[in-house]
C-alpha cells in the first residue's frame, strides 16, 4: 500500500487525467451528434448508420458518468489515505507513550485504546484497498468501452462505403471519433499506470 501523501498525489493526477478524458468524452458527444445528423440526410443510403452514431452518443454519455464515479472514487481514497496516515501517527504516539507509563492499571487503559486504534486503522486500510480496487475496475471499463469503440468505427466506415456523397464527410467523422475514443483510452491507460507505478 502506497503511503498516503503518494496516494494523495496519485489520486489528483488520476483525477487530471480523467478531467481531460470528460471533456473528449463531451466532444465525441458533439461528434456523434453531427455525424447522427449527416446520416438523416443521408437517409436510407445511411441505414446502417443509424445505430452506430446513437451507440456513439451513448458511448459519450456514459464515459462522462464514468468519469465522475472516477473523480468521486479518487476523492474517497485521497480522504481515507489521509485517515489512514493519521490513524497511523495516532498508533506510533500511543506506542511511544506506552513505553514510558510504569503503572499497570495505565498501561492497560492504554492497550485497550492502541487495539481500538489499530481496529480502526484496518478499517480503513480495508475500506481504501476496496476503493482502489473500484478505481482500477472503471478505469479498466473506459478502456475496454474505447477498444470497442474501435471496432465499431472500422464498421462504420465500411457502411459510409454505401452513402453516395456523404462517404467522405462521414469517414472523416469516423475518423475523428477514433481519434477521440483514442486519446480517452489514452487518459485511462495513463491513469492505470500513474496508480500502478512505485514511488
Not at 453531427?34 to 452518443?57: D, E
Not at 465500411?158 to 483514442?182: C, K, V, Y
Amino acid at each position: 500500500m502506497p503511503n498516503s501523501a503518494s496516494l494523495s498525489i496519485k489520486t489528483a493526477s488520476v483525477a487530471a487525467e480523467l478531467d481531460k478524458a470528460e471533456s473528449i468524452a463531451k466532444e465525441l458527444s458533439l461528434a456523434a451528434k453531427n455525424a447522427r445528423f449527416v446520416v438523416f440526410r443521408a437517409g436510407s443510403k445511411a441505414a446502417g448508420l443509424t445505430v452506430i452514431t446513437s451507440y456513439f452518443a451513448e458511448l459519450a454519455e456514459n464515459t462522462i458518468q464514468l468519469a465522475h464515479t472516477i473523480n468521486d472514487i479518487s476523492l474517497r481514497v485521497a480522504t481515507d489515505s489521509v485517515r489512514e496516515w493519521k490513524a497511523s501517527l495516532l498508533i506510533e504516539h500511543l506506542n511511544h507513550a506506552a513505553e514510558h507509563l510504569f503503572e499497570d492499571a495505565h498501561k492497560q487503559t492504554l492497550a485497550t485504546v492502541i487495539h481500538n486504534a489499530q481496529k480502526t486503522l484496518r478499517a480503513i486500510s480495508d475500506q481504501l484497498k476496496k476503493e482502489l480496487s473500484k478505481l482500477d475496475a472503471q478505469l479498466e471499463e473506459i478502456q475496454t468501452l474505447m477498444r470497442a469503440a474501435s471496432v465499431i468505427v472500422v464498421t462504420s466506415r465500411l457502411e459510409s462505403n454505401r452513402t453516395g456523397e456523404f462517404e467522405q464527410n462521414l469517414r472523416e467523422m469516423a475518423d475523428n471519433i477514433q481519434r477521440l475514443t483514442t486519446k480517452i483510452k489514452d487518459h485511462a491507460t495513463e491513469s492505470r499506470r500513474i496508480l500502478t507505478r512505485d514511488t
